[in-house]
T-cell receptor
């Protein structure tokens, strides 16, 4: 089976930096995705890591360590619109099926 | 706009009834995935189809079934509905069944069982 853990909630200040962690235990790891989901809306794709290291995309970066079963999403220069849930999802083996963590609800305060 | 279209946006029905949710994938995408999201749970994978064939099955109840048609749209059928089936049902699509492409989600169908 799989186990994916993320903090349930985080709070940060507008303009600051926040790091959202995700740890996973799975066999046949084949990639990790981060999605953003505003309440009641569709998840939207943010980033993908399959090799160790950092992937940077504008204000958002994602890091992966396969040996530690660990990833984080880094959000810089936080804006109020970044208030949302952030979902970590793991893909196993050769298929494209994703298993999602429970999500981290981020609240950005002025 | 992800390019994935789901209908209807909202559905209200009673226990014991049957409903059909519809999904049109992004142009060019061959894979369709169905997810259920309840208030107290994360996204739960239900089932995946690739080019008309079932590819993977997750936590899908026997009361639920799905299919993908030759034009690649997909339908999720939910029968003998129970109060606990109230949830957001998302459809996602991706280019291929084994590619590295991300899944793109539709806006979901909110199902309320009264």
């Amino acid at each position: 089976g799989q186990n994916i853990d993320q903090p349930t909630e985080m709070t940060a200040t507008e303009g600051a930096i926040v790091q959202i962690n995700c740890t996973y235990q799975t066999s046949g790891f084949n990639g990790l995705f981060w999605y953003q989901q505003h309440a009641g809306e569709a998840p939207t794709f943010l980033s993908y890591n399959v090799l160790d290291g950092l992937e940077e995309k504008g204000r958002f970066s994602s890091f992966l360590s396969r040996s530690k079963g660990y990833s984080y999403l880094l959000l810089k220069e936080l804006q109020m619109k970044d208030s949302a849930s952030y979902l970590c999802a793991v893909r196993r083996n050769a298929g494209n099926m994703l298993t999602f963590g429970g999500g981290t609800r981020l609240m950005v305060k002025p | 706009d992800s390019g994935v279209t789901q209908t209807p946006k909202h559905l209200i029905t009673a226990t014991g009834q049957r409903v059909t949710l519809r999904c049109s994938p992004r142009s060019g995408d061959l894979s369709v995935y169905w997810y259920q999201q309840s208030l107290d749970q994360g996204l739960q994978f239900l089932i995946q189809y690739y080019n008309g064939e079932e590819r993977a099955k997750g936590n899908i109840l026997e009361r639920f079934s799905a299919q993908q048609f030759p034009d690649l749209h997909s339908e999720l059928n939910l029968s003998s509905l129970e109060l606990g089936d109230s949830a957001l049902y998302f459809c996602a699509s991706s280019l291929g069944g084994v590619s590295n492409q991300p899944q793109h989600f539709g806006d979901g169908t909110r199902l309320s069982i009264l």
